[in-house]
Each structure stands twice: as C-alpha cells, then as structure tokens.
Nanobody, 120 residues
Framework: HVDLVESGGGSVQTGGSLTLSCVAT????????MRWYRQFPGKEREFVSD???????RYADSVKGRATISLDSAKTTLYLQMNSLTPEDTAIYYC??????????????WGPGTQVTVTS
C-alpha cells in the first residue's frame, strides 16, 4: 500500500502562485506514474498533469503554460507549481500514483487532497 499526502494548498490572490507537494511513502515500484487531479465543487475529478519515472510529462490544456510538474531526485515527492492562478483554479487538488503489480494488474492510490482557493 502506498500512502500519499499532499500539502501546499491554501488561499492565494488572482495572479499568484502556489507549489503543491505530494509525499509518497512505501512506494516500492520501479516504474510508476504520478498525477495531479483536481475537483471542483459538484464536479468529477479532472486530470491536471502527470509525470512518469522516465520523465514523460503531460498537462491538461487548462493549465498548460501555467503549471510545472516535477519529481524530486528520490522520485518520492511530487510537485506542482502553478502560476497566474485565477478563481477558476479553485478546487481540491489530489495526488495519484499508478503502477503495475507483479500479476500485471494496475493499481491506483490517492492522497486525501489539498484545497486551493484563489480569491479575486
């Protein structure tokens, strides 16, 4: 079981920046993908960005050019730096880790989320 804990959320004014962190513990897989999702009130979670252990990165169009995802050198702490924030970025941000198990099945783990509120 992989434990994920996000941090770095909070309240920021429009145009401001935040860096979210997600620490993964008990992560023993050699190859995996770590993702950021966000959930707006009353909506389903939506993909924000992901990064693989070999460095492939994707961004949702909604954050492209404003977000930077990264992993630390130990590849156990995930970051998401977001700039030029607007009230439309207000959401709960979740970290997810995905990898294949020895039997070939995939497994996903989620953190509890961190609230980001952008005020106008």
């Amino acid at each position: 079981h992989v434990d994920l804990v996000e941090s770095g959320g909070g309240s920021v004014q429009t145009g401001g920046s935040l860096t979210l962190s997600c620490v993964a513990t008990d992560l023993t897989a050699y190859e995996y993908v770590m993702r950021w999702y966000r959930q707006f009130p009353g909506k389903e979670r939506e993909f924000v960005s992901d990064i693989t252990t070999d460095g492939h990165i994707r961004y949702a169009d909604s954050v492209k050019g404003r977000a930077t995802i990264s992993l630390d050198s130990a590849k156990t702490t995930l970051y998401l730096q977001m700039n030029s924030l607007t009230p439309e970025d207000t959401a709960i941000y979740y970290c997810q880790e995905s990898h294949y198990q020895s039997d070939g099945s995939s497994v996903n783990y989620w953190g509890p989320g961190t609230q980001v509120t952008v005020t106008s």
